[in-house]
DNA sequence: GGTGCAGACAAAGTTACCTCA
DNA sequence: GATGAGGTAACTTTGTCTGCA
């Protein structure tokens, strides 16, 4: 595919073919084709394109262009305002900061994937953070729980989620299959299956947590 | 209006060069 | 001086969107 140059002054042209150009018996030439390769060898790594005019590489090993740091902050300023370019800002970037607009396209391509990586790093941290207090939660809970059952007295009761009244924790019967507890007939209404672990948390008069109290009884059951 | 095509562009992934410890 | 790691410019591939015939 050949993507034209979409303004007349500018030189950016890059051929590629599609399942053609990254093949390892591609001939060394190829990456002549881009002539958006280095101009000439001695200004790289000194000016960046101070003179504007491409010419033809000979076919020199990409060279490295290291930005000063007015560019970086020129170019740094503008990613602040916008992440992405319009075709015109990226000229005048370009223009100012003396490099091709292709340069400029590719730095805000590499600096919105640094900043999308550096996004994903800190949310990663976040859920690690978020995990771990979770853990400690959870482990709470459970040595509540059993300090709970531990200090039980008398029958412990439970609080029907239909008549919101006290029952007794003998009308509870396990399911074989599913392993839930279920309340017997003492409770008027349908069947409700609760899990052990809501059953618990009735038993220490704790509210459900939301995914618990969402698990519905199966079909099955 | 639906379809196919080409161009532009962004994201994701990779390569290669440079710097520095 | 050699070397490995890290940073990053440049590149490739792929997918999506848009305008046009």
Redesign the pocket.
Known sequence: ??????SSSSLEL?I????????PSLPSSV?EL?I??VPSEDE??TENMEDEEESSNGGH???????TKQQ?HLLEESFRQNH??I?KQKETLAMQLKLRP??V??????????S?LKQTEMECEYLKRWFGSLTEQNRRLRREVEELRAMKVGPPTVISPHSCEPLPASTLSMCPRCERVTTNSMDKGPTKTTTDATAAAALSSKVATPALQSRQPSAAC
Do not use: H, I
């Open positions: 595919m050949a993507v034209l140059p979409r890059t590629s073919v599609p399942g053609f150009a990254s093949s990456r881009d958006n390769q790289w790594m090993p990409r060279k490295k262009l290291r930005l970086s992405t370019l075709p292709r340069q396209e590719v730095w805000f391509q590499n600096r919105r994937a640094r999308k």
